[in-house]
């Protein structure tokens, strides 16, 4: 199973931005599916998450981003609103498949900037 990010770009203080997770394979080959972001010089980070119709937000995103999915275009959402500068970092799309191999998309660029 391959994952593919998309949809990372600058954009200003306050604005949205959505990021996609594209999956070869499908959702379904997933016990859970989650998006992480690692900025310069900081480990990489747990952002959201989606497991059997449950939903985890790290504190800093709560209320700003969701995590969605669309099983028939094997894609996962983040949609990102009210973005601040210190969400500029790269957002990776995570995969929990259920033999315990977890696989990782190469990331996007999302830089929030004015």
């Known amino acids: 199973v391959q994952q593919v990010e998309s949809g990372g770009g600058l954009v200003q203080p306050g604005g949205s931005l959505r990021v996609d997770c594209v999956a070869s394979g499908g959702l379904l080959s997933f016990k859970a599916m989650n998006w992480y972001r690692q900025a310069p010089g900081k480990e990489r980070e747990l952002v959201a998450g989606?497991?059997?119709?449950?939903?985890y937000y790290s504190a800093s995103v709560k209320g700003r981003f969701t995590i969605s999915n669309d099983n028939a275009k094997k894609t996962m959402y983040l949609q990102m609103n009210s973005l601040k500068p210190e969400d500029t970092a790269v957002y990776y799309c995570?995969?929990?498949?259920?033999?315990?191999?977890?696989?990782w998309g190469q990331g996007t660029q999302v830089t929030v900037s004015s």
């Open positions: 989606t497991s059997g119709g449950s939903t």
């Open positions: 995570n995969g929990e498949h259920y033999n315990g191999y977890v696989s």
